[in-house]
């Protein structure tokens, strides 16, 4: 070991919280050496927040906190002060939702009132899998408990949500066939469906009601695992075999890595299988192992944001080299916005009051244009803009706040315009600028 | 079907000729056609299931309910409160032949949409999204619907989805403010042409893709077509007041522009009270702007190759419930086809109430299969989805021999 290296892990070893960042990098290091990628730079402070914003309370910082921000560019500082925000709790409460039930309108379904309930337990730092556990086996009623929305949902194929959205696996494929690359057959599919055997759903005042039966069904239910309920509450016991198994701390440490990093270990999220095993499994085991102690979610945004692997530039260089370095983590995988990260950076770049969560997710439909039969998105960030959408967006009132060339540019991309800039907007009106920039490739790209 | 009627219908007019002989000698006459018939499609959706009972399957019961009125057509009679329809019914290809086991609104929605059973693992693209994939691009949406329903193109990709006009003129006012923002527009694709990443990123490489489709969208004719300040009085006189028949004739409208689908709402057939008054009320909005439609194609000369299709999600309970309304019945669903030589038919038989199918029974798929055919697409292809199962476009469904 050379005395570089022996100093950086002295390092490591001295400054070692329970959980240092440093692992992640130091995993994903050996990785980028055996597969001979070139990981990209470190990327500059305005860019970091303006990314570290987008993810974490969703949104464009405004130029106050741009400002504020790069006199001492503290990124710790700044990962600690926005995972504390409400604002934080807010949108990612606005993530999980969509993850769970979609942004649709579904009939019978109070998506608000499971986006509430969320944002509590992420306010009240409760571990995901006593989240999770009461998703699965909630009771109650759609106007009034929050979680029995997520059963009431997905109550079309219940399997189906749960298996992508807990474990990560495509169980429903095996509704219809035997996968011939999969291990999971129709009958392991009926065989989970029978957990929910027990459930009923009754309309009332209020939405709909769900509860549990007591079946006298002979055929007990069996989890992939071969686990079989010891008693009669089935569906609790179905609960507690996910959020025991090790799916579902992959699961949910590759969903928290993909909404981060731009991309899964696991790409689709929710697509895990022979065909396509995790890019790093390594980082992934090694992630799963450390949040299986405690469940907790905000440990864990907090490590990957201090990575060095988080802080990365886009890639450049030939695509198949990009490609590679996205691939395992070595640049950053940029994204566009989704419509909730759109409307609100808006709102910041024209100097108006933002939406409060039900109005953003209503004013996202419109957006999006969605109907009450879209179906959930596994993935809040798998959206399609199509013309349509983009119609929507083009066609919406613009104010220029009165502001010169620069802080537009500060306002929307978080950089200074170029000499070439000014130039190629010489003569356009504050408006035309601030149209086109709103629109631009460049704002909505969360790079 | 009426054998004799077709022939002469064939001599009188080269499409219905050529399609008497065959795909052959139809790419022979015209090479630009598709391999079907129709080049185009509206589709006149009845939201909430309309009873047959009143419109297209009448039984005169003797208690009042589900009078007929003869047509012009011998031997085919049609509800009473469609009477411009009864004058035009050597037009109407009459279907009593499709049934279902959906008798839930959003799934049989879904169905009569796609073909397929509901399954939320495996979505199907939409009929509208199945033909505009097969069409070329001119610049304006491929799939337009008008009043509120839209349903996705699944694995064909978002560019075959629709565009869904909830209302007409605020869709304008959308269309006419970018319209407006030309210079800003031409300045966004400039500052996009300026942005380069090293990096090839399909996501921003579609979204320069879609700002192009939107800035050639204005410059095509949809915009104007949504725009019926400009339409003669006559026109606005034949389809009437009612916003339904605005809706058909902006579809007329959008087809003559060149639009290749588009789907029309008309909503509140979910008539489980009062089933006579509201049925005869929706039957009087549908039977004007129906027959104008058909004037108009006849007479702009799209009629040989624009195929309507009229349909809901399930028919109704051929005996009235205790609030003299009827309920689902899945088990016949109602159905008409217009254009080209199709009319003057009728498939498919029930018993005198109505209760029963006599005879031959298709299922929602062979309708599929048969509205594809009809519109020249390939029902034996395969298809491989974005989850990497192979599949075909309808569910083993069979056209229906007399049709296709």
Redesign the interface.
């Known amino acids: 070991m050379t005395s570089k290296a022996f100093g950086i892990v002295a390092t490591y070893l001295l400054l070692a919280s329970p959980v240092p960042a440093a692992t992640i990098d130091q995993i994903l290091a050996e990785r980028h050496r055996r597969e001979n990628v070139t990981p990209t730079e470190e990327c500059d402070d305005a860019t970091f927040l303006r990314r570290l914003s987008l993810d974490l309370i969703g949104r464009v910082p405004t130029t106050d906190e741009l400002e504020t921000f790069l006199q001492d560019s503290n990124r710790r500082a700044a990962v600690d002060r926005l995972l504390g925000s409400r604002e934080h709790a807010t949108f990612w409460s606005q993530l999980w939702t969509s993850m769970l039930i979609g942004r649709g309108q579904q009939r019978g379904v109070e998506r608000e009132v499971l986006r509430n309930w969320v944002e509590e337990q992420l306010l009240a730092k409760s571990p995901l899998n006593q989240i999770a556990f009461r998703l699965i086996s909630a009771e109650g009623v759609t106007a009034l408990d929050g979680p029995v929305n997520y059963i009431v949902a997905s109550r079309e194929d219940p399997v189906m949500r749960l298996s992508r959205t807990f474990l990560s696996v495509q169980l429903d494929c095996a509704r219809c066939h035997n996968h011939p690359h999969d291990r999971w057959t129709n009958d392991d599919y009926l065989a989970m469906q029978r957990f929910y055997r027990p459930v009923r759903f009754r309309e009332v005042s209020g939405g709909v009601a769900v509860d549990d039966a007591v079946v006298s069904d002979l055929t007990r239910p069996v989890f992939l695992t071969g686990r079989q309920p010891q008693t009669s509450a089935w569906r609790r016991e179905l609960a507690l075999m996910v959020v025991q198994s090790k799916p579902f701390s992959r699961a949910m440490v590759n969903r928290t890595w993909s909404w981060l990093m731009g991309r899964g270990m696991v790409d689709p999220v929710d697509g895990l299988s022979r065909e396509n095993p995790a890019t790093v499994p390594e980082l992934l085991e090694a992630l799963a192992a450390d949040f299986r102690d405690d469940f907790q979610l905000e440990p864990l945004i907090r490590r990957i944001c201090l990575s060095a692997a988080y802080q990365r530039q886009v890639p450049s260089g030939d695509s198949s080299q990009c490609e590679q370095q996205k691939r395992f983590f070595a640049a950053r995988s940029a994204r566009p916005m989704m419509p909730e990260q759109w409307i609100a950076s808006l709102a910041i770049v024209l100097d108006r009051p933002g939406p409060d969560a039900e109005q953003l997710a209503q004013q996202s439909r419109q957006l999006l244009g969605i109907s009450p039969q879209a179906t959930p998105a596994a993935d809040p960030y798998l959206w399609t803009e199509t013309s349509q959408t983009l119609v929507r967006q083009l066609s919406g009132p613009i104010r220029a706040p009165l502001r010169n060339l620069e802080s537009l540019y500060l306002a929307t991309l978080a950089r200074k315009p170029t000499a070439q800039e000014h130039q190629m907007l010489d003569g356009y009106s504050s408006q035309e600028t601030l149209f086109a920039l709103i629109h631009s490739n460049e704002f909505i790209l969360n790079d | 079907m009426n054998h004799s009627r077709r022939d002469f219908l064939s001599a009188a007019s080269a499409f219905g000729f050529s399609h008497w002989f065959g795909a052959q000698i139809a790419s022979a006459i015209n090479r630009q056609r598709p391999s079907g018939k129709f080049k185009r499609c509206v589709v006149l959706w009845m939201e909430g299931g309309p009873s047959q009972m009143e419109t297209f399957d009448p039984k005169d019961l003797g208690d009042g309910t589900s009078k007929s009125i003869a047509t012009n057509v011998d031997g085919i009679r049609i509800g009473e409160s469609l009477p411009g329809l009864a004058r035009h019914t050597d037009k109407l290809c009459i279907l009593r032949s499709i049934g279902s086991g959906e008798g839930e609104h959003?799934r049989a929605?879904?169905l009569l949409h796609t073909g397929f059973a509901?399954?939320?693992?495996?979505?199907r693209p939409s009929f509208g999204s199945m033909v505009a994939s097969e069409r070329a691009d001119e610049g304006f949406?491929r799939y337009v619907t008008l009043g509120g329903?839209?349903?996705?193109p699944a694995f064909l990709g978002?560019?075959h989805?629709?565009?869904?006009v909830e209302d007409i003129k605020a869709a304008r006012?959308?269309?006419d403010?970018?319209g407006r923002?030309r210079?800003?527009?031409d300045?966004?694709q400039?500052?996009?042409e300026?942005?380069r990443?090293?990096?090839?990123?399909t996501?921003?490489s579609?979204?320069?893709a879609?700002?192009q489709?939107?800035r050639r969208?204005i410059d095509t004719g949809f915009t104007t077509a949504l725009d019926l300040k400009s339409v003669s009085a006559s026109d606005r006189n034949r389809y009437g007041d009612d916003p339904f028949g605005g809706r058909v004739l902006t579809a007329r409208r959008l087809l003559e522009l060149g639009v290749p689908f588009v789907e029309v709402q008309l909503g509140g057939w979910d008539t489980h009270l009062d089933n006579q008054r509201r049925t005869a009320a929706l039957c009087r909005r549908l039977d004007g702007p129906w027959v104008a439609l058909m004037d108009d194609l006849q007479a702009s000369g799209l009629w040989d190759d624009t195929l309507i299709v009229w349909m809901g999600e399930f028919g109704r309970t051929p005996t009235l419930n205790g609030r003299a309304g009827r309920d689902h019945y899945p088990s016949m669903i109602p159905v008409v086809l217009a254009g080209g030589d199709l009319g003057g038919t009728v498939i498919g038989e029930t018993n005198s109430s109505g209760t029963a199918r006599v005879g031959t029974e298709h299922s929602v798929a062979d309708l599929m299969a048969t509205m594809l055919t009809l519109l020249g697409l390939d029902i034996a292809a395969e298809y491989t989805t974005d989850?990497g199962?192979p599949t075909t476009v309808t569910d083993n469904g069979e056209p229906i021999k007399d049709l296709v």
Do not use: C, H, W
């Not at chain 2, 990443?197 to 990123?201: Q, S």
């Open positions: 959003a929605t879904e509901p399954l939320p693992s495996f979505p949406p329903i839209g349903f996705g978002s560019q989805g629709p565009f869904v006012q959308q269309l403010l970018i923002r210079r800003s527009l300045l966004l400039r500052m996009n300026g942005y990443r090293g990096d090839d990123d996501a921003v579609k979204r320069t879609a700002v489709s939107v969208l989850f199962s």
